[in-house]
């Protein structure tokens, strides 16, 4: 596609419940980036991938967060036993090599997940 | 590790007076730095960038920004600002020959009062 693609745009789940987010990135982009943003505060960063390298997890806030990108494509996030304090909006956005003039990452949309 | 500061939360400027968003930024190398803006219930978009040569950078909406090395500086300067301009604005540094990772600022609200 022409941009950044999540889904759901929109997610309500219950507490203890697993959820999956997927992010379709630009096609020939070779990084891949999660992050959250709550009540339209700052960008907590998660999750960064890189062509075949290992990924960045330094940002996932607990171990009930996952995240695996197949093919060097599409990335889902998977959120277990979901907690109220998850509730957020969730991006995802690519960008290519970094020592590339058109370096500039393109976000998504975002999924907002409501934990009730 | 790299870094971005956006120093204020919040910047209130008139309408029709000149704004300025701050932004400093800690990389090892040469660095690549963006703007980005993210108008209420929308996404990121992005604004601008510096990779190299002229300092001075423009961008969408009549933005620009200049990169100062010695301070280690990308402010965001617009010198007419419109109601439109209220959003939340961020800077992001990237090291494209260390890690390439994206690193983006806190954020900083921008309110254009009439």
């Known amino acids: 596609g022409a941009g950044v693609s999540q889904s759901p745009s929109n997610k309500v789940t219950e507490k203890g419940k697993d959820v999956e987010l997927r992010c379709d990135p630009i096609?020939?982009?070779?990084?891949l980036y999660w992050y959250r943003q709550s009540l339209g505060q700052g960008l907590e960063f998660l999750i960064y991938?890189?062509?075949?390298?290992?990924?960045?997890k330094s940002g996932l806030p607990s171990d009930r967060f996952s995240a695996e990108r197949t093919g060097g494509s599409v990335s889902t996030l998977t959120i277990q036993r979901t907690q109220q304090e998850d509730s957020a909006v969730y991006l995802c956005?690519?960008?290519?090599?970094?020592?590339?003039?058109?370096?500039?990452?393109?976000f998504g949309q975002g999924t907002r997940l409501t934990v009730v | 590790a790299q870094s971005v500061a956006q120093p204020e939360d919040q910047v209130n400027v008139a309408e029709g007076n000149p704004l300025t968003v701050k932004c400093t930024y800690s990389?090892?190398?040469?660095?690549?730095l963006f703007w980005y803006v993210q108008y209420p219930n929308r996404g990121l978009q992005f604004l601008l960038k510096?990779?190299?040569?002229?300092?001075l950078v423009k961008g969408s909406y009549g933005f620009e920004a200049e990169f100062n090395k010695s301070q280690t500086s990308f402010h965001l300067k617009k010198p007419s600002a419109l109601v439109s301009d209220s959003a939340l604005y961020f800077c992001?540094?990237?090291?494209?020959?260390?890690?390439?990772?994206?690193?983006f600022g806190t954020g900083t609200r921008l309110t254009i009062i009439p």
């Open positions: 992001a540094v990237r090291d494209p020959f260390g890690n390439e990772k994206l690193t």
């Open positions: 096609s020939g982009h070779t990084a």
């Open positions: 990389v090892s190398g040469n660095p690549y």
């Open positions: 510096y990779i190299t040569g002229d300092n």
């Open positions: 991938f890189q062509g075949n390298s290992a990924p960045d």
């Open positions: 956005a690519s960008s290519s090599r970094g020592q590339s003039m058109n370096t500039e990452a393109f």
